[in-house]
Nanobody, 123 residues
Framework: QVQLEESGGGLVQAGGSLRLSCTAS????????MGWFRQAPGTEREFVTT????????WYASSVKGRFTISRDNAKNTVYLQMNGLKPEDTAVYYC????????????????WGQGTQVTVSS
């Protein structure tokens, strides 16, 4: 049973930074991807970024490109999301997602999900 645990959310002022972490337990990932999605109140969950476990290739939503950086530590089975230049519109619950085989930007391409961590950016 794969479990994903997120940490690092919180309240920050606009222009500030936060780093989220997501650690997978239950198996070691050597392929597929781990990524982040987010969901603001009253909206659908949307893709933020993802990273391939084997190559380290990354993909970003246009809304966060240049401000957010995803990275991985394969030895720790952990992915990080460094968020800089945060804006009020980044306020959402951020969910970690992982899949052993696929690398994608849609929700149905990820088999495993974390519980989410709240990120609130004040103006």
């Amino acid at each position: 049973q794969v479990q994903l645990e997120e940490s690092g959310g919180g309240l920050v002022q606009a222009g500030g930074s936060l780093r989220l972490s997501c650690t997978a337990s239950g198996r070691t990932f050597s392929s597929g991807a781990m990524g982040w999605f987010r969901q603001a109140p009253g909206t659908e969950r949307e893709f933020v970024t993802t990273i391939a476990w084997d190559t380290g290739s990354t993909w970003y939503a246009s809304s966060v490109k240049g401000r957010f950086t995803i990275s991985r530590d394969n030895a720790k089975n952990t992915v990080y999301l460094q968020m800089n230049g945060l804006k009020p519109e980044d306020t959402a619950v951020y969910y970690c997602a992982a899949d052993q085989l696929r690398i994608g930007v849609t929700l149905n391409e990820y088999a495993y999900w974390g519980q989410g961590t709240q990120v609130t950016v004040s103006s």
